[in-house]
Every structure is written in C-alpha cells, then in structure tokens.
C-alpha cells in the first residue's frame, strides 16, 4: 500500500464533463457506466495522493482508489460497503461484500470482465506476518481493457496507480513467448518469502465483481456527481 502524505496533500478528482452526466444513470446504462469508470480509472495513473471527491476524503491505498474513481462516476461504493459490512476492518473484503449484495460476483469459466469491474486478489501482503499465503482478500483493482486472454486493470501499489496484467489461462507465467506480460507480480518477494508462496496477479485471483444498477438503492443514486 502507498503511503499517506500529508492530510494537504490532496488529489482533487476532475469533476468536469463525464462525471457531471452520473445523474442521469438509470438501470440498463452499466455499458455507459462500464466505459465512464474505466476512463476515470486511466485519468489517475501514477498517482500516489489521497484523493478527495464530492468534499469527500479517499486514502491513497488500493481501496481508497477504487472508491474514489466509483465516488467520482455517480457509484457510492464506500456507503455501500458501509451499509453492507458495518463491522468489518478490511476495506477490500467490504467492498467485495458490497458487490455481492448489489451486483454480481464472477470468476474465469469463460466469463470476461468488462472495463469498470472490480478485480479482487488474496494474499498480496502478508496481513497476519505469520509468513504464509493465508490472508484473503487483500487488493483490489478497476479492469481497464481485455485483449487477447490478458485483463490489464488499474490498481493503487506501493508506488501509485499503476497497470497490472492478468491472464488466467497462463497463471504461473509472467511474460509469454514473445515477452508481452503476462501476469504482474503483487506480492513483494523477500528472503523471508516462502518459495511456495504465489507472486502472480492470476496465482493470487480472487474474482471480478460488477455493480448493477439495478439493485442500487435509488436514493444513493439521487443527485450524484455535482
């Protein structure tokens, strides 16, 4: 995860043109929405700053991200998530949960994201620092594009947003045979690493999720994006 920078130090989405329209989403629009969240994703590559949207504060991590960029396109993923699992301390499970109670949960079986979806991993991190490949749902990230077997999508590392790769029809190989990158590595590898312990995006896949509008509440959807 990036580091917090001072509470001034703040990226203030552009709010203009697209993001202005999130009102008029109905449901049926998930192909608009599809392409909207997507863009705004791409808007914030290498970015390592809070954001903040809406007079709202987003963290710079991988979840803080993903909020902000939904937040920006009319989606209220964090009340969502808050309304969804109250109780619960991992941002990235919360929104996995969100996911689950207003839109759909998939994952591979020839099924392909669209640009916008969520894309969730385990074990990025070793969140127990008992040195083993037991922590779900650690990172999440925003698909950008699908091309040829291998998802690139967005997600907010130890260095700002970034683009990842995903193929999980090659999961235990970085790069194909004429060198294109196949899976991004996710997890830091140290001398305390495990050789066991996977690395990969598609060794350490969770599941793609996708909000329908449909079954979000229409009073969440009221007046968003000024």
Same mark, same amino acid.
């Given at each position: 995860?990036?580091?917090?920078?001072?509470?001034?130090?703040? !990226?203030?989405?552009?709010?203009?043109?697209?993001?202005?329209?999130?009102?008029?989403?109905?449901?049926?629009?998930?192909?608009?929405?599809?392409?909207?969240?997507?863009?705004?994703?791409?808007?914030?590559?290498?970015?390592?700053?809070?954001?903040?949207?809406?007079?709202?504060?987003?963290?710079?991590?991988?979840?803080?991200?993903?909020?902000?960029?939904?937040?920006?396109?009319?989606?209220?993923?964090?009340?969502?998530?808050?309304?969804?699992?109250?109780?619960?301390?991992?941002?990235?499970?919360?929104?996995? =949960?969100?996911?689950?109670?207003?839109?759909?949960?998939?994952?591979?079986?020839?099924?392909?994201?669209?640009?916008?979806?969520?894309?969730?991993?385990?074990?990025?991190?070793?969140?127990?620092?008992?040195?083993?490949?037991?922590?779900?749902?650690?990172?999440?990230?925003?698909?950008?594009?699908?091309?040829?077997?291998?998802?690139?999508? !967005?997600?907010?590392?130890? +260095?700002?947003?970034?683009?990842?790769?995903?193929?999980?029809?090659?999961?235990?190989?970085?790069?194909?045979?004429?060198?294109?990158?196949?899976?991004?590595?996710? =997890?830091?590898?140290?001398?305390?690493? =495990?050789?066991?312990?996977?690395?990969?995006?598609?060794?350490?896949?969770?599941?793609?999720?996708?909000?329908?509008?449909?079954?979000?509440?229409?009073? !969440?959807? +009221?007046?968003?994006?000024?």
């Amino acid at each position: 995860m990036a580091r917090l920078l001072p509470l001034g130090v703040l !990226l203030v989405l552009a709010l203009s043109g697209c993001a202005g329209a999130a009102r008029s989403l109905r449901p049926g629009d998930e192909d608009l929405l599809s392409e909207r969240l997507a863009a705004r994703a791409g808007t914030l590559l290498g970015t390592a700053r809070p954001f903040v949207v809406n007079g709202s504060r987003f963290n710079a991590d991988c979840i803080g991200y993903v909020e902000a960029v939904y937040e920006a396109e009319g989606i209220p993923l964090r009340t969502l998530m808050q309304r969804t699992s109250p109780r619960e301390t991992s941002g990235v499970a919360a929104a996995f =949960r969100a996911i689950e109670a207003h839109g759909v949960l998939f994952g591979g079986g020839g099924e392909w994201p669209r640009p916008g979806d969520l894309v969730f991993f385990h074990d990025t991190w070793d969140r127990d620092r008992n040195g083993r490949a037991d922590d779900g749902l650690t990172h999440v990230g925003i698909v950008e594009s699908v091309e040829r077997g291998t998802v690139t999508f !967005l997600h907010l590392g130890g +260095r700002g947003v970034a683009r990842g790769r995903l193929n999980l029809d090659h999961p235990d190989d970085a790069h194909g045979p004429d060198g294109a990158e196949l899976n991004t590595p996710l =997890r830091v590898k140290t001398r305390a690493t =495990r050789p066991e312990i996977p690395l990969l995006a598609a060794q350490l896949f969770a599941g793609y999720g996708r909000i329908e509008l449909a079954r979000l509440p229409p009073e !969440l959807l +009221r007046d968003r994006g000024r």
